[in-house]
């Protein structure tokens, strides 16, 4: 049997599968990528497993009850009803007909957020968002999981444009190479986050990138709960930072630039208002809250919060102002209550530094948060399925879902405004998956009890599809034909379809085509095509809109027999508010002054306690003291084994696992404090649940602080832990970040750590569900 090898793309890059008998037995990175991610030695294992749904099945409860609130939703042993495709449409259609007549399309909530595939045509949450919108609408969300708080508060202080672009392009890793003279994060240049770009990056480049940079002279300081957040190779000073206490230190460097004389006031004055007021609070001269006087933010003050050393702190401060200086405060630092102070902190930081605009240097939000981040720009944008106009206004923002489950019309406020939570009847999710994504995952399942039906389009039994009434199985990429390319990327490529569907797996533009056609919008949902139609009109659309800016890329044909076409028009953005600062006037930012808001008029007015006009110091919960009940900082960032939950059971995911269940990680003196050694089952145990997980005894961690990375797929199946895998959403607080964002705040919470003896119940995650029979 000979083996064959096609082209894909995941969002951990573009790679080769080789398929033998209609079967993915292996993967070969792309020979032009100088350093591919492991992440794709999943995808053999994933794509074949029996935890892929292989038939639409309905849950028996809801089949013999009909549609209901159901607090069983959710349980273990729930058992399915697998029903033929014919029927399972009829019960969709009809159950979707029902609620939009009865309820109107406002109590559908169709938001279905979450990364889905890469591919420009079979984007799941794209086709949703189509069919929706055709047959009338849906209540969607806003902002994202990643960086929500920026997204909300950064329009306000440099304006909406200038946040796309703080959050997209920043300056390019090549002009951080060539004008950068220090390079200070907080939040880490974690290149195994690199191997991500929304869409798929052709190459991974941003891991060497960060090393030429090192070579070239730049340095790095990484201010950080854990050691190894930077490469060796970029060879990083390691500021040990408590988690959650960025701020105090940015006040307190720039305490250093005020005292000191080393803010750039002649940029302050030009290019910012409220300059004074931040000074005013950092010196102590009022408090948070206007009054006065308040506490002086001195790197004394800053380390009694922070650990970081005052000395350290008074040295990196005159150290910024001596060059060229970057300073980059990752997404991580803002997914925690009060997530936009670091934020806006780190801008107010830049601007005393006086090097926004410049090349190289000012402020930046995303290296090693994203592969793309720092790899080019592509404004002649990309292929794109058009999704329609949504007819219902209201959406919430995304974090808050479990809220408006659980609490129809009550009043919450966001961005300035007093909104109250639409009745959500039915949630509709295809390409996401809350149950790894939100934060207290029991409260979650409380929360999905509560409409009277929940539809999930899945490739794989995840525990959302476990949650759901009707679930409806999707292709893999690798069993359709799209096209890709990623913000920024180097080309754009075609991912042929490789394999055959696995069981009775559908493309759900399909799926979608054949609900339409049952409630008479077949024709405004396809336009009269099929996917593979909509594949060449996009591309050609795209086509023309290059051509205008006299560019030229080929046609569809000779595009896809190529596999690959050059982007073009890519640019490698040399600074952030470049124009800003070359003709303040001209090139205004989109903000009510014009300038960058250090202190927002706005924002004040909205009277937030827990974001007021200016960045302040504010302590998180994850400081309070807790009695010693908790006493270790959980982090849960991004896995390296896979991307989110997607793959969880594929060889580079499972390597990494101890006895099977994910690892936490654990400095060596709280390991001895809590009994643990290394290799240990133990139970973490948090506020709102606990989850077992193996322990990795690691010099890395500051001690008090202990890492689990998400996407561990969550596991409730037996009593002695919320979820015996090692999903940290079990553990987290389900609270936004303030009244502001409302924004993730899922990277923190606090925990305690014990040796789980006696017979560990068995992870049963990857199981299908009752009822359900393998292919
Ligand atoms: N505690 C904590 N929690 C966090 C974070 C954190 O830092 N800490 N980070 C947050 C962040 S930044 C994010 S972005 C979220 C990510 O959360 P999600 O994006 O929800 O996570 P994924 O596992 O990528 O979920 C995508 C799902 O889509 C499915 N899928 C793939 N292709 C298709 C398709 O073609 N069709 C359909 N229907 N389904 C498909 C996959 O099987 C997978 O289950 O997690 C957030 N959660
Ligand atoms: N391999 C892989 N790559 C990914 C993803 C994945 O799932 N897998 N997810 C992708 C997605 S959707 C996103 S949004 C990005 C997220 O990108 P980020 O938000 O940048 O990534 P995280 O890994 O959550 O956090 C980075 C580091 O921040 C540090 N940190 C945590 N809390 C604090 C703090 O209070 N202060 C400081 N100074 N540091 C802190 C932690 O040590 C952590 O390792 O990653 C993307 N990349
Ligand atoms: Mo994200």
């Known amino acids: 049997m000979s083996t064959t090898s096609y082209p894909t793309s995941a969002h951990w890059g573009g790679y080769r599968v080789l398929v033998r008998d209609d079967r993915v037995v292996g993967v070969r990175p792309d020979p032009e990528d100088p350093a591919p991610s492991p992440v794709m030695e999943n995808t053999p294992i994933a794509q074949h497993h029996a935890s892929r749904v292989a038939r639409p099945a309905v849950r028996r409860r809801w089949l013999e009850r009909g549609p209901g609130p159901d607090p069983r939703r959710g349980a273990p042993d729930d058992e399915y009803v697998e029903v033929g495709w014919t029927r399972a449409l009829d019960l969709l259609a009809g159950e979707l007909d029902r609620v939009r007549t009865a309820h109107g399309n406002a109590a559908i909530y169709g938001g279905s957020y979450g990364w889905g595939s890469a591919g420009r045509v079979h984007h799941a949450q794209s086709q949703l968002h189509r069919f929706l919108n055709t047959i009338g609408g849906y209540t969607r969300s806003r902002t994202t999981y990643s960086h929500g708080a920026v997204e909300t508060l950064f329009p306000r202080l440099i304006g909406t444009p200038a946040t796309n672009r703080l959050l997209h392009r920043a300056p390019s890793w090549e002009a951080v190479r060539q004008h950068t003279d220090l390079l200070v994060t907080f939040g880490g240049l974690r290149v195994s986050n690199t191997w991500t770009a929304s869409g798929g990056r052709a190459a991974q480049t941003a891991g060497p990138a960060m090393r030429a940079a090192s070579e070239a002279g730049v340095e790095f300081v990484s201010v950080s709960p854990l050691r190894d957040d930077t490469p060796d190779d970029v060879k990083a000073e390691w500021l040990s930072l408590r988690p959650g206490t960025d701020t105090a230190v940015l006040l307190a460097l720039m305490h250093v630039l005020f005292t000191e004389g080393l803010a750039d006031t002649d940029f302050l004055d030009r290019y910012t208002v409220g300059a004074d007021t931040v000074r005013s609070y950092v010196l102590g001269e009022h408090d948070e809250g206007g009054r006065r006087p308040g506490t002086a933010r001195t790197p004394e003050w800053a380390e009694r919060i922070s650990g970081v050393p005052a000395a350290e702190l008074r040295a990196l401060a005159r150290r910024m102002a001596r060059g060229r200086t970057l300073v980059n405060v990752g997404w991580s630092v803002q997914r925690a209550r009060y997530g936009e102070q670091p934020l806006w902190a780190g801008l107010a930081l830049a601007c005393c530094l006086g090097q926004v605009g410049l090349p190289g240097g000012g402020f930046a939000s995303g290296y090693g948060s994203m592969g793309n981040y720092g790899g080019g720009s592509t404004p002649l944008g990309l292929p794109r399925l058009p999704q329609g106009d949504n007819a219902v206004k209201d959406f919430i923002p995304v974090a808050r879902v479990a809220d408006m489950l659980l609490h129809p019309g009550k009043a919450y406020h966001y961005d300035g405004g007093e909104r109250r939570y639409p009745d959500i009847r039915l949630v509709y999710w295809a390409g996401g998956n809350p149950f790894h994504h ?30 759901a009434d009707i679930v409806i199985p999707s292709t893999t990429v690798l069993e359709r034909d799209d096209l890709t390319a990623s913000q920024g990327d180097l080309s754009v490529r075609a991912m042929p379809r490789a394999v055959s569907p696995h069981g009775e797996a559908r493309d759900e533009y399909d799926t979608y085509a054949d609900l339409a056609e049952r409630l008479g919008v077949r024709e405004e949902f396809t336009e009269g095509r099929t996917s593979g139609e909509w594949m060449r009109v996009i591309y050609h659309r795209w086509r023309s809109l290059v051509a205008r800016r006299g560019l030229e890329v080929p046609g569809f044909e000779e595009f896809w027999a190529a596999g690959r076409v050059e982007m073009p028009g890519r640019v490698e953005d040399e600074a952030l508010l470049g124009e800003f600062r070359a003709d303040p ?12 808001e250090l202190f927002s008029e706005t924002i004040a007015s909205f009277g937030y306690e827990d974001c007021p006009g200016h960045p302040v110091w504010l302590a998180g919960p994850v400081l309070s003291d807790h009695d010693g009940e908790f006493p270790l900082v959980l982090v849960a960032n991004q896995p390296t084994g896979r991307l989110h939950g997607q793959q969880d059971m594929g060889a580079h995911s499972m390597r990494q696992k101890v006895h099977g269940r994910a690892p936490v990680r654990l400095h060596p003196d709280d390991a001895a404090a809590h009994g643990v050694t290394d290799g240990d089952i133990v139970r973490v145990v948090g506020e709102r649940g606990s989850c077992l997980a193996g322990a990795v005894v690691d010099e890395a961690l500051r001690p008090g602080v202990a890492q689990l990375s998400t996407g561990a797929w969550y596991d409730p199946s037996a009593a002695e832990a919320t979820c015996v895998h090692g999903n940290p ?15 993730c705040t899922g990277q923190l919470t606090r925990v305690r750590v014990e040796r789980f003896d006696g017979t560990p119940p068995p992870v049963r995650a990857f199981e299908p569900p009752r009822g359900v029979t393998p292919v």
Do not use: K
């Not at 995952?441 to 959302?464: D, M």
């Not at 006037?585 to 960058?596: M, N, Y």
């Open 438 to 467: 939100h934060q207290d995952l029991a409260r979650l399942t409380r929360a999905f009890g509560r409409p009277e039906t929940v539809v999930v389009h899945e490739t794989h039994w995840t525990a959302t599809a476990r949650h």
């Open 585 to 596: 006037e001209g090139h205004a930012l989109r903000t009510p002054s014009g300038r960058i």
């Open 729 to 743: 959403n079990a553990l987290t607080v389900d609270e936004g970040t303030s009244s502001l964002s409302q924004g």
